[in-house]
């Protein structure tokens, strides 16, 4: 397989590349743009690192947040749960990676903090509209 390039303009939410080993995407999100509540990668013992790329990203977990922007990265335990929200008054672009990536993928949680059962993944896991290089074996 010939090596690629893959770039968050040509694909601001493409996942670049998903196996059971890890998970790799792209993702822009706007202000003001609600993401829900918190959610972990306990039961896949993921461990989910971002790195921005433009703009701020809010990561909250439940002992605190902080703030990153452009050239910075966060990561979270399996057990950690969090949430990102775009900070600011422009978008936020980021690549995330989640590793391992397996099934189920997320454990969510209620508003009070209760865990709820972990359940699969409901991403699009293409790239520029094609399935992502290692889904089904896809190289």
């Known amino acids: 397989m010939p090596p690629r390039v893959f ?5 601001p ?6 196996t059971e ?19 972990s990668h306990i039961e896949s013992g993921g461990i989910e690192t971002w790195v921005i790329l433009e703009g701020a990203a809010r990561f909250d977990f439940r002992d605190g947040s902080v703030v990153a922007t452009a ?13 990102v929200v775009c900070h600011g008054d422009q978008p936020v672009a980021y690549f995330l990676t989640v590793s391992p990536h397996r099934e189920p993928t997320h454990t969510h949680f209620d508003e009070a903090g209760n865990q709820l059962p ?3 993944s409901n991403m ?10 290692g889904v089904d074996g896809r190289r």
Do not use: C, I, Y
């Open 7 to 11: 770039d968050h303009r040509d694909d």
């Open 13 to 18: 939410n493409g996942t670049m590349l998903a």
């Open 21 to 39: 080993q890890v998970r790799a995407r792209f993702l822009r999100r706007e202000p003001g743009q609600d993401l829900s509540g918190f959610h």
């Open 71 to 83: 050239g910075q990265a966060v990561f979270a335990w399996p057990d950690e749960p969090h949430r």
């Open 118 to 120: 972990p359940r699969n």
């Open 124 to 133: 699009k896991l293409a790239w520029r509209g094609e399935p992502s290089p």
